[in-house]
């Protein structure tokens, strides 16, 4: 039977996720996965007890839409200890199932067809896909090697009147880039001036290095009512599968986005919304730790890349590398991983799934490393042979 009347168009311009796809060739080559982010190591143990007890405890129905009162709550105090920002659970706080269904929920409340999104290149590929879902085009301003900076001029001429919105992730997948003050100003400024909406993804705020710190655009002047601010559990505390993040916006705009989520997804397990909330209870120490435990996994993974020959861009926050493969010979990308996989058995990700041109990212690949010590030394070994 010919299919293509039941392929709609929206879903038509994307492709399925390179990175999910390595996952699975990476498990039939018995290779290390080192492409899709997620930990290999326990979540903390207080967070698991809390959702086994708020299961016990039978919260098992439906949370409200909008999130369990207690994680909303959590939440709010969080953003006042760290950020000094003030979100009312009530009106300006949606959780839901992670960032991604936040970031997406959030483009289809504020953008139309015929908007224009701002995403930064190279991109978490989740990105470009979400806008065209939401009928908005997305419009690529190139990051540039080594420091993964903008050009200001170049930025400034991906605003139009179309701009509805600029999305922003920092600390950044995949480069590990972490947008300093002076470049948050710049695109602050511009969202003023375009009255564009920052829809942030801050999934990666507590895994920092060398001393960077990961300031919220919600905090600069003027800012906080043009933010729509996304984040997770997902990274922060170890628990990529149980599907918790929120959204943080004014008033209005959440309104949008409930609707959106309400029709979704109802909402996220309701047991693990109240696991969240004993998470996000946890001290500062908690934070300063995951960063130095990461640091650590960190330089294990740059040591044996650049004993290996990469050419590796020393991230600063997130857990990601980047490594320039020019020098290998070994074919494009794409090659070089599949070789990387089932020769090396150890996976990375093509960096042409970071790019709107394929082959800008032809000459680069992505390791992760939210894994264990072992994992990472047994990496290092088979990166030894290459
Ligand atoms: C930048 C970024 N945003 C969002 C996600 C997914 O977040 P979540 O698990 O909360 O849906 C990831 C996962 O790798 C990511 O790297």
Known sequence: MD??????????????????????LALQHKAINLAQGFPDFAA??????????????????????????????????????????????????????????????????????????IVFEPFYENYRPDALLAGAESRVVRLRAPDWTFDPVELRRAFSPRTKAIILNSPNNPTGKV?????????????????????TDEIYEHILYDGAAHIPIATLEGMRERTVLVNSMSKTFSVTGWRVGW?????????????????????????????????????????????RDY???????????????????????????????????????????????????????PG????????DGAHIVRFCFPKRIETLQAAAERLAKL
């Open 352 to 359: 042409s799934s970071f790019f709107a041109d394929p082959a």
């Open 179 to 199: 947008f300093s003050a002076g470049e948050l100003g710049q695109i602050a400024e511009l969202c003023r001036e375009f009255n564009v909406l920052a829809v």
């Open 247 to 291: 959204v943080l916006a004014p008033p209005d705009i959440t309104s949008s986005i409930r609707k959106v989520h309400d029709f979704l997804t109802v909402g996220a397990a309701a047991p693990l919304q109240y696991a969240g909330a004993t998470a996000l209870k946890a001290g500062r120490e908690y934070y300063e730790h995951l960063s």
């Open 44 to 117: 903390p143990d207080e967070i698991k007890t809390a959702a086994q007890q708020a299961i016990a405890a039978d919260l098992n129905q439906y949370a409200i839409t909008w999130g369990a009162p207690p994680l909303r709550q959590a939440i709010a105090r969080k953003y006042r200890d760290w950020y000094k920002l003030d979100y009312d659970p009530e009106a300006e706080i949606t959780v839901c199932c992670g960032a991604t269904e936040g970031m997406i929920a959030s483009l289809l409340a504020v953008a139309d067809p015929g908007d224009e999104v």
């Open 295 to 349: 640091a650590v996994r960190r330089d294990i993974l740059l040591g044996a890349l650049e004993r290996a020959g990469f050419r590796c861009f020393r991230p600063r926050g997130a857990y990601y590398i980047m490594c320039d493969i020019s020098d290998f010979g070994l074919g494009d990308d794409i090659a070089f991983t599949r070789h990387m996989i089932e020769r090396v058995g150890v996976a990375p990700v």
């Open 3 to 24: 299919t293509t009347r039941f392929r709609s168009r929206r879903t038509a311009n994307f492709t399925e996720s390179v990175i999910r796809e390595m996952t699975r």
